[in-house]
């Protein structure tokens, strides 16, 4: 048996790239457990992996002998079993988005820290070497104060209305590709801006996926806390034109960018430098990471509180959008 034992709920979709993960990690960490609201998915992946099949999740945590779950469930599910596992005092991986509102937000801080769980948000793109590397540089002074990141993640979606399911809904979405997709370059750039964000604003647009309730894509400004200004683009609708960078970052001594897989950086003096970085698979990395955080009694990378931050980014610039202003990022108590 695994270290820690893993409950899986919902088996479906992104579940397929975490149990990578446990599978590279398996003296460590495994799921021992799943649980999925269709009963032939609960069925299908407990044979898959070996492991006790449930098709109400709460059953599951209630008898099931398991430590921590790793939440795979649509976004507007996300709260409400978050608040089950702590309360059944399991530990936590959450997809991204954490959740929808500033109340569900401020839901699940506040089951996370009473029941003394950890909860690690699954943001496997901050396991690429070259943020990793950008990091690093970024914290050791490289580049000097930063005045400017900028994030992209966009490429050519082919759902269509057929298999877009849930995410067709700003219900059950929370928006558009803004909240999904969108959710990756925002906490990349609040990785690496250094500060907490203080306000922002939004263009949205729907350039070709016109089926769905919300944008396809989005261009957003962020401004910190330590005077850096953030700048996302992400869509659904298109591929980013040659060219642009997966993420990059501007300061008082010189600038770093990167495509996502190298990193370059150029100072005003004349220094430069570039690390041809070996790719990882970001989801196995993930998984190692929230083992190590258990084993190891340490913080994750990202908790609670910086789901929260980037959801209160993503508020804002849906409130900037709506309102045709620079919306104040809201404060989660």
């Known amino acids: 048996m695994p270290q820690i034992k893993v409950g899986l709920i919902g088996g479906g979709g992104i579940a397929g790239a975490h149990i990578r993960g446990y599978a590279e990690h398996a003296d460590r960490i495994g799921i021992t457990a799943v649980a999925d609201a269709v009963e032939a998915t609960a069925v299908a992946r407990g044979d898959e992996l070996g492991a006790t099949a449930y098709v109400d999740y709460r059953e599951m945590l209630a008898s099931a002998d398991i430590d921590a779950v790793d939440i795979c469930l649509p976004h507007h599910l996300h709260r409400d079993a978050i608040i089950a596992a702590a309360e059944a005092g399991k530990h ?10 500033a109340d569900e937000a401020a839901d699940v801080r506040k089951a996370v820290q009473e029941n003394g769980v950890t909860l690690m948000c699954a943001h496997n793109q901050l396991f690429l070497p070259a943020v990793a590397k950008a990091k690093e540089l970024l914290e050791a002074g490289t580049i000097g104060t930063v005045y400017e990141v900028r994030t992209t993640d966009s490429f050519f979606n082919d759902f269509d209305p057929s298999s877009m399911g849930w995410r067709a809904s700003s219900r059950t979405s929370g928006g558009g590709e803004l909240i999904d997709t969108g959710y990756h370059p925002t906490y990349l750039m609040l990785h690496l801006a250094g500060g907490s964000p203080v306000e922002a604003t939004a263009m949205l647009s729907t350039h070709r996926l016109k089926f769905m309730e ?33 993420f990059s970052a501007v300061g008082e001594l010189g600038s770093l960018t990167s495509d996502g897989s190298s990193l370059t950086y150029k100072l005003r003096s004349g220094e430069t430098e ?24 340490t913080r994750p990378i ?12 993503l508020l804002a610039a849906y409130e900037g959008s709506r309102t045709k202003t620079i919306a104040p990022v809201l404060q989660i108590p």
């Open 302 to 313: 990202h908790t609670e509180e910086e789901g929260i931050a980037v959801l209160g980014i």
């Open 92 to 101: 936590i991986l959450c997809e991204k988005p954490l959740c929808l509102t």
């Open 274 to 297: 570039t690390f041809d970085l070996e790719p990882v698979d970001t989801f196995v990395a993930e998984i190692g990471h929230f083992a190590d955080s258990l084993l190891g009694r």
């Open 214 to 246: 919300g944008e396809d894509s989005a261009q957003v400004l962020i401004r910190f806390d330590n005077g850096a200004v953030g700048q996302l683009v992400t869509s659904w609708a298109y591929q980013p034109a040659p060219g642009t960078e997966r």
